[in-house]
């Protein structure tokens, strides 16, 4: 299986031995067991980190938060004596970095990226500036989130028309790209202009 480092039983078995290895002092064996399972392992933390989060970390520093408790963490002998248990074991690892990571900063108050904020009270303190890089960051993000979220609930129409703004191109070159008259595109800009003032 491609999400795996194992490609049989066999190689189940030699992957729980290097792990003993490796946990035993083996840098020999922690560099077969990184080699082995560093792809695999970066696939499962690449599902699980949600969007927001993807701006702040890096998919790599989680990937090297699991292995430096695969290598320092005393596995149960449930776990290393019973290959198939191993793998499920060490995606779990994984997974739970950028969960942690989610509960510190998506969950706290103060770093909740789904959380209601007037973008006029937002607006004051960036004129103030007392926000920090974070809060930049955060912001971004709701602002962005939020548009999307406006984007995709339009008719398809409008949605092709927003793309094509976002692109750079002018009101004549959507419509040439849209097959449509020029007045219609024009229509659409001016009451998404209206939308967006309300």
Known sequence: MA?????????????????RRAQAGSNEAAEAV??????????VIRRVI????????DSDDFLLSAFKEI???????????NPDALWPYLKRIAANKVHDA???????????????VPLE?????????EVSPLELVIFKELVEERLENLIEQLPILLQNIVDL????????????????????????????KR????
């Open 195 to 198: 939308k967006v003032a309300e």
């Open 34 to 43: 990184f080699d082995r399972c560093r792809r695999p392992l970066l696939t």
């Open 3 to 19: 999400d795996t480092p194992f490609s049989s039983s066999r190689s189940q078995e030699d992957l729980v031995t290097l792990l």
């Open 50 to 57: 949600q969007r927001p989060l993807r701006r702040l970390y």
């Open 121 to 129: 009270q937002f607006a004051d303190l960036l004129e103030s500036g």
């Open 165 to 192: 703004l976002l692109e750079g191109n002018s009101s004549i070159q959507i419509a040439m790209k849209l097959g449509i008259e020029a007045k219609r595109v024009y229509r659409a800009i001016n009451w998404l």
């Open 102 to 116: 989610e509960r510190r900063h998506l969950q706290s108050p103060d770093h909740d990226l789904h959380r209601e």
């Open 71 to 81: 290598f320092t963490r005393h596995f149960s002998d449930e776990v290393l004596c």
